[in-house]
Protein backbone atom coordinates (compact mmCIF):
# COMPACT_ATOMS: atom_id res chain seq x y z
CA UNK A 1 0.00 0.00 0.00
CA UNK A 2 1.06 3.55 -0.36
CA UNK A 3 1.12 6.59 1.87
CA UNK A 4 2.05 10.15 1.74
CA UNK A 5 2.54 11.94 4.90
CA UNK A 6 2.68 15.98 5.32
CA UNK A 7 3.15 16.97 8.40
CA UNK A 8 2.77 20.13 8.28
CA UNK A 9 -0.74 21.35 8.29
CA UNK A 10 0.40 24.87 7.97
CA UNK A 11 3.50 26.98 7.36
CA UNK A 12 4.29 30.85 7.34
CA UNK A 13 7.16 32.49 5.23
CA UNK A 14 8.20 35.89 5.26
CA UNK A 15 8.41 37.11 1.63
CA UNK A 16 11.53 36.53 -0.68
CA UNK A 17 12.89 34.06 1.74
CA UNK A 18 13.14 30.45 0.46
CA UNK A 19 10.38 27.32 2.71
CA UNK A 20 10.55 23.96 2.48
CA UNK A 21 7.23 21.56 2.97
CA UNK A 22 7.66 18.44 3.72
CA UNK A 23 6.45 14.90 2.50
CA UNK A 24 7.27 11.29 3.58
CA UNK A 25 5.95 8.77 1.61
CA UNK A 26 5.80 4.96 1.98
CA UNK A 27 5.22 2.23 -0.98
CA UNK A 28 6.46 -1.39 -1.53
CA UNK A 29 6.64 -0.26 -5.53
CA UNK A 30 10.10 -0.67 -7.27
CA UNK A 31 9.22 2.26 -9.28
CA UNK A 32 7.38 5.68 -8.76
CA UNK A 33 6.89 9.04 -9.36
CA UNK A 34 6.67 11.88 -7.24
CA UNK A 35 4.70 15.51 -7.49
CA UNK A 36 3.14 18.46 -6.01
CA UNK A 37 0.75 20.76 -6.76
CA UNK A 38 -0.78 24.10 -5.80
CA UNK A 39 -3.81 24.74 -4.92
CA UNK A 40 -4.73 28.79 -4.69
CA UNK A 41 -7.78 29.77 -3.09
CA UNK A 42 -9.29 29.65 -6.48
CA UNK A 43 -9.76 25.85 -6.61
CA UNK A 44 -8.03 24.66 -9.49
CA UNK A 45 -4.92 22.00 -8.92
CA UNK A 46 -1.81 23.36 -10.53
CA UNK A 47 1.17 20.51 -11.17
CA UNK A 48 4.41 22.04 -9.97
CA UNK A 49 7.02 19.69 -10.47
CA UNK A 50 7.90 15.75 -11.24
CA UNK A 51 10.68 13.46 -9.65
CA UNK A 52 11.17 9.98 -10.77
CA UNK A 53 12.53 7.47 -8.50
CA UNK A 54 15.66 6.68 -10.35
CA UNK A 55 16.06 10.00 -11.70
CA UNK A 56 20.18 10.44 -10.81
CA UNK A 57 19.05 14.44 -10.17
CA UNK A 58 16.63 16.32 -7.84
CA UNK A 59 14.28 18.22 -9.96
CA UNK A 60 13.90 21.64 -10.53
CA UNK A 61 11.42 24.30 -12.41
CA UNK A 62 12.06 27.48 -11.92
CA UNK A 63 11.65 28.53 -8.23
CA UNK A 64 10.76 24.98 -7.34
CA UNK A 65 13.13 22.44 -6.40
CA UNK A 66 12.74 18.65 -5.24
CA UNK A 67 14.71 17.72 -2.91
CA UNK A 68 14.42 13.39 -3.22
CA UNK A 69 16.38 11.61 -0.55
CA UNK A 70 15.35 8.01 -1.80
CA UNK A 71 17.03 6.16 1.59
CA UNK A 72 15.17 8.36 3.79
CA UNK A 73 12.18 7.97 1.65
CA UNK A 74 10.87 12.04 1.27
CA UNK A 75 10.20 14.39 -1.04
CA UNK A 76 10.67 18.20 0.11
CA UNK A 77 9.20 20.90 -2.06
CA UNK A 78 11.68 23.56 -1.96
CA UNK A 79 10.22 26.92 -2.70
CA UNK A 80 12.73 29.82 -3.10
CA UNK A 81 12.41 33.33 -3.16
CA UNK A 82 8.96 33.28 -1.83
CA UNK A 83 6.05 35.70 -3.56
CA UNK A 84 3.17 36.66 -2.47
CA UNK A 85 1.37 34.64 -4.79
CA UNK A 86 2.99 31.27 -3.44
CA UNK A 87 0.23 31.32 -0.89
CA UNK A 88 -1.86 27.99 -1.50
CA UNK A 89 -2.38 24.67 0.13
CA UNK A 90 0.21 22.53 -1.53
CA UNK A 91 -0.20 18.62 -2.18
CA UNK A 92 2.37 15.80 -2.28
CA UNK A 93 1.89 12.84 -4.44
CA UNK A 94 2.73 9.72 -5.78
CA UNK A 95 2.30 6.98 -8.28
CA UNK A 96 4.02 3.85 -9.29
CA UNK A 97 5.62 3.96 -12.80
CA UNK A 98 4.63 -0.04 -13.37
CA UNK A 99 2.71 -1.59 -15.58
CA UNK A 100 -1.63 -1.82 -14.57
CA UNK A 101 -3.28 0.53 -12.47
CA UNK A 102 -1.21 2.79 -10.78
CA UNK A 103 -3.16 4.81 -8.18
CA UNK A 104 -2.15 8.07 -7.40
CA UNK A 105 -2.31 8.72 -3.71
CA UNK A 106 -2.66 12.46 -2.03
CA UNK A 107 -0.77 13.80 1.08
CA UNK A 108 -3.26 16.25 3.41
CA UNK A 109 -1.79 18.88 2.30
CA UNK A 110 0.00 21.58 3.79
CA UNK A 111 -1.40 25.35 4.18
CA UNK A 112 1.64 28.29 2.93
CA UNK A 113 1.07 31.43 3.86
CA UNK A 114 3.75 34.10 2.65
CA UNK A 115 3.94 37.18 4.68
CA UNK A 116 4.61 40.65 2.89
CA UNK B 1 -9.08 26.26 -23.13
CA UNK B 2 -8.57 24.36 -20.55
CA UNK B 3 -7.89 20.57 -21.26
CA UNK B 4 -9.82 19.63 -18.22
CA UNK B 5 -13.51 20.52 -18.36
CA UNK B 6 -15.80 20.51 -15.77
CA UNK B 7 -19.48 21.88 -15.59
CA UNK B 8 -21.30 23.15 -13.39
CA UNK B 9 -18.19 24.91 -11.40
CA UNK B 10 -20.82 25.56 -8.45
CA UNK B 11 -23.44 24.04 -7.73
CA UNK B 12 -26.51 24.31 -4.92
CA UNK B 13 -28.70 21.47 -4.24
CA UNK B 14 -31.49 20.12 -2.10
CA UNK B 15 -31.11 16.97 -0.40
CA UNK B 16 -32.85 14.09 -1.90
CA UNK B 17 -32.01 15.21 -5.71
CA UNK B 18 -30.02 14.07 -8.33
CA UNK B 19 -27.06 15.78 -9.80
CA UNK B 20 -24.70 15.34 -12.84
CA UNK B 21 -21.49 16.41 -13.22
CA UNK B 22 -19.85 16.53 -16.55
CA UNK B 23 -15.92 16.29 -17.37
CA UNK B 24 -14.36 16.60 -21.13
CA UNK B 25 -11.34 16.25 -21.74
CA UNK B 26 -9.02 17.18 -24.80
CA UNK B 27 -5.96 15.24 -23.90
CA UNK B 28 -6.47 12.28 -25.51
CA UNK B 29 -6.19 10.25 -22.79
CA UNK B 30 -7.73 6.53 -21.77
CA UNK B 31 -7.70 7.03 -18.05
CA UNK B 32 -10.15 9.51 -16.31
CA UNK B 33 -11.01 10.02 -12.72
CA UNK B 34 -13.29 11.60 -10.43
CA UNK B 35 -11.83 13.09 -6.83
CA UNK B 36 -13.48 14.52 -3.87
CA UNK B 37 -11.54 17.26 -1.76
CA UNK B 38 -12.84 17.85 1.96
CA UNK B 39 -11.02 19.97 4.25
CA UNK B 40 -7.87 17.71 6.12
CA UNK B 41 -8.40 14.66 4.26
CA UNK B 42 -7.09 15.59 0.42
CA UNK B 43 -8.26 14.15 -2.43
CA UNK B 44 -9.88 11.16 -2.53
CA UNK B 45 -10.82 8.45 -5.42
CA UNK B 46 -14.59 7.89 -6.01
CA UNK B 47 -14.49 6.15 -9.68
CA UNK B 48 -11.67 6.03 -12.31
CA UNK B 49 -11.86 4.56 -15.79
CA UNK B 50 -9.27 3.20 -18.26
CA UNK B 51 -11.06 3.00 -21.01
CA UNK B 52 -15.15 3.28 -22.56
CA UNK B 53 -15.75 0.04 -21.39
CA UNK B 54 -14.10 0.21 -18.02
CA UNK B 55 -14.88 1.36 -15.15
CA UNK B 56 -13.96 0.88 -11.49
CA UNK B 57 -14.84 1.78 -8.06
CA UNK B 58 -12.29 4.14 -5.43
CA UNK B 59 -12.43 4.71 -1.95
CA UNK B 60 -15.43 6.71 -1.19
CA UNK B 61 -17.89 5.26 -4.69
CA UNK B 62 -20.96 4.50 -2.12
CA UNK B 63 -23.36 7.26 -3.43
CA UNK B 64 -22.62 7.90 -6.20
CA UNK B 65 -22.41 6.41 -10.00
CA UNK B 66 -20.79 7.87 -13.34
CA UNK B 67 -20.75 6.98 -16.53
CA UNK B 68 -18.42 6.87 -19.44
CA UNK B 69 -19.68 8.02 -22.23
CA UNK B 70 -16.81 8.49 -24.82
CA UNK B 71 -13.10 8.96 -24.51
CA UNK B 72 -13.61 12.07 -23.67
CA UNK B 73 -16.25 12.05 -21.42
CA UNK B 74 -16.74 11.27 -17.80
CA UNK B 75 -19.55 12.06 -15.84
CA UNK B 76 -20.60 11.61 -12.19
CA UNK B 77 -23.76 11.26 -10.74
CA UNK B 78 -24.99 12.09 -6.93
CA UNK B 79 -28.48 9.94 -7.62
CA UNK B 80 -30.04 11.53 -4.10
CA UNK B 81 -28.02 13.84 -2.66
CA UNK B 82 -26.86 13.93 0.81
CA UNK B 83 -25.26 17.26 2.90
CA UNK B 84 -21.73 15.32 3.70
CA UNK B 85 -21.73 14.78 0.20
CA UNK B 86 -20.94 18.78 -0.25
CA UNK B 87 -17.34 19.20 -1.31
CA UNK B 88 -15.24 20.27 -4.19
CA UNK B 89 -14.84 17.35 -7.30
CA UNK B 90 -12.42 17.14 -9.14
CA UNK B 91 -12.35 15.03 -12.64
CA UNK B 92 -8.59 14.65 -13.84
CA UNK B 93 -6.99 12.59 -16.44
CA UNK B 94 -3.46 11.14 -17.57
CA UNK B 95 -1.35 8.44 -19.76
CA UNK B 96 -0.07 5.36 -17.63
CA UNK B 97 2.28 7.33 -16.11
CA UNK B 98 3.15 10.89 -15.40
CA UNK B 99 1.07 13.65 -13.84
CA UNK B 100 -2.57 13.58 -13.17
CA UNK B 101 -4.11 16.59 -15.38
CA UNK B 102 -6.95 18.16 -13.47
CA UNK B 103 -10.29 20.05 -14.47
CA UNK B 104 -10.98 23.75 -12.45
CA UNK B 105 -13.12 21.88 -10.06
CA UNK B 106 -17.13 21.92 -9.40
CA UNK B 107 -18.18 23.17 -5.78
CA UNK B 108 -20.97 21.55 -4.84
CA UNK B 109 -23.32 22.54 -2.03
CA UNK B 110 -25.87 19.96 -0.86
CA UNK B 111 -28.82 21.86 1.56
Known amino acids: AQKITQTQPGMFVQEKEAVTLDCTYD???????LFWYKQPSSGEMIFLIYQGSYDQQNATEGRYSLNFQKARKSANLVISASQLGDSAMYFC?????????????FGTGTKLQVIP | DADVTQTPRNRITKTGKRIMLECSQT?????MYWYRQDPGLGLRLIYY???????NKGEISDGYSVSRQAQAKFSLSLESAIPNQTALYFC??????????FGEGSWLTVV
Open chain 2, 27 to 31: KGHDR
Open chain 2, 49 to 55: SFDVKDI
Open chain 2, 92 to 101: ATSEQTGQVY
Open chain 1, 93 to 105: AMRPTVPGYQKVT
Open chain 1, 27 to 33: TSDPSYG
